[in-house]
């Protein structure tokens, strides 16, 4: 099983057409903003010896980052040309990346077989995901993670596609980062509520710990105010 072409080719014509300047994509926020505070809710749970695999990982902003607080640190994209940009930017090699489709279940084991059980980093990738596609992601996540390992999920909620939405309506249209976002057929905030958790307890995993956020991005309203999305964040792990 794999993902749709028309999922796949939407990402690859998005990572395509980003330039590898830092905060070209909506979602390319500084560690700071985004896996530091994550980070900070993930380390009670988690045993940092472990390897940790940045799922979705797209250029590797927040993998870097996890590296140096982290065993080893593996980025995985189903974007060739995400995968590309990560590599070239990590001019200090300080982490892996490789495409990875993870609908791809078998493609998945192996790479569990090959870091063995591994803290997850998984940011706004399940509401980007088409319907059928979510629970093997949830799947992969829990799979990667196996009994020692634990997840940290953050993911948009449907208030964030209000804001979205509100922000495509204005009298200039949505802001350029957000547009090439709606141009490549990408579909934000498309998960309803409560979906997650319930994807995550299905595939095995027990929500050790939740709570509401909001996810920085790298685009602005018209007065100036950094544009934040309502999420949720869920910290697992097998029972």
């Keep these: ?49 472990l390897p940790v695999v940045d799922l979705g990982c797209g250029n590797g902003t927040q993998t870097r980052f996890l590296a140096g607080r982290f065993a080893r640190a593996v980025g995985v994209d189903l974007s060739r040309a995400a995968v590309e940009r990560a590599r070239r930017a990590d001019r200090r090699a300080l982490a892996e990346y490789a495409r990875l489709d993870l609908v791809d279940a078998a493609a998945v084991r192996a790479l569990h077989e090959r870091l ?15 319907a059928q596609d979510r629970a093997p992601v949830a799947r992969a996540v829990a799979r990667l993670a196996g009994r020692r390992g634990r997840a940290f999920v953050v993911e948009p909620t449907r208030a964030a596609g209000d804001v979205l939405a509100g922000l495509a309506q ?11 976002v709606l141009t490549h057929g990408l579909r934000p905030a498309a998960a309803p509520d409560g979906e997650v958790s319930a994807l995550l307890r299905s595939a095995g995993l027990e929500i050790l ?28 792990g097998r029972p």
């Design 116 to 130: 063995g059980d591994s803290n997850v980093y998984l940011r706004a990738v399940i509401h980007q995901s088409d």
């Design 1 to 49: 099983m794999s993902v749709t072409d028309r999922y796949l080719n939407a990402w690859e014509g998005f990572w395509s057409e980003t330039s590898d300047e830092q905060g070209d994509a909506i979602w390319d926020s500084d560690p700071s903003l985004t896996a530091a505070p994550h980070l900070d809710l993930l380390v009670p749970h988690a045993d940092r010896t």
């Design 209 to 236: 710990a939740e709570g509401h956020t909001e996810l920085a991005m790298t685009a602005f309203h018209p007065d100036g105010r950094r544009i934040h999305l309502p999420a949720q964040w869920f910290a697992a």
């Design 170 to 180: 204005g009298p200039d249209g949505p802001p350029a980062k957000l547009r090439r």
